[in-house]
């Protein structure tokens, strides 16, 4: 059993920055990718940025240069912090990992899921 238990989110205006974290727990290897997602309303749950044990990183097209994904192996924590957030950022913001790398990485989804932090970017 695996655990995520993320924590970060909240209202910011437009511009401004948020840093979201999750902490895993459980049944997990620290040489599993570690990734966040999100959904906004009425669309589809998408990958914003993924993180291989080795550092290895993945962004979405639309956060690149604004957001960064970071871990801690020793801790199995992942962080992301999001600069110049803007209001098409707003959404519940999911951390993710798997038994296996690639989904997790490639945009699929691993296995495990954290409940959601949502974030709201006002105009």
């Known amino acids: 059993q695996v655990q995520l238990v993320e924590s970060g989110g909240g209202l910011v205006q437009a511009g401004g920055s948020l840093r979201l974290s999750c902490a895993a727990t459980g049944n997990i290897y620290s040489f599993n990718a570690m990734g966040w997602y999100r959904q906004a309303p009425g669309k589809q749950r998408e990958l914003v940025a993924a993180?291989?044990?080795?550092?290895?990183?993945n962004y979405a097209g639309s956060v690149k240069g604004r957001f960064t994904i970071s871990r801690d192996n020793a801790k199995n924590t992942v962080l992301l912090q999001m600069n110049n957030l803007k209001p098409e950022d707003t959404a519940v913001y999911y951390c993710?990992?798997?038994?296996?790398?690639?989904?997790?990485?490639?945009?699929?989804?691993?296995?495990?899921w954290g409940q959601g932090t949502q974030v709201t970017v006002s105009s």
């Open positions: 993180i291989t044990s080795g550092g290895a990183r």
């Open positions: 993710n990992t798997g038994n296996q790398s690639p989904p997790v990485m490639t945009g699929a989804g691993g296995d495990y």
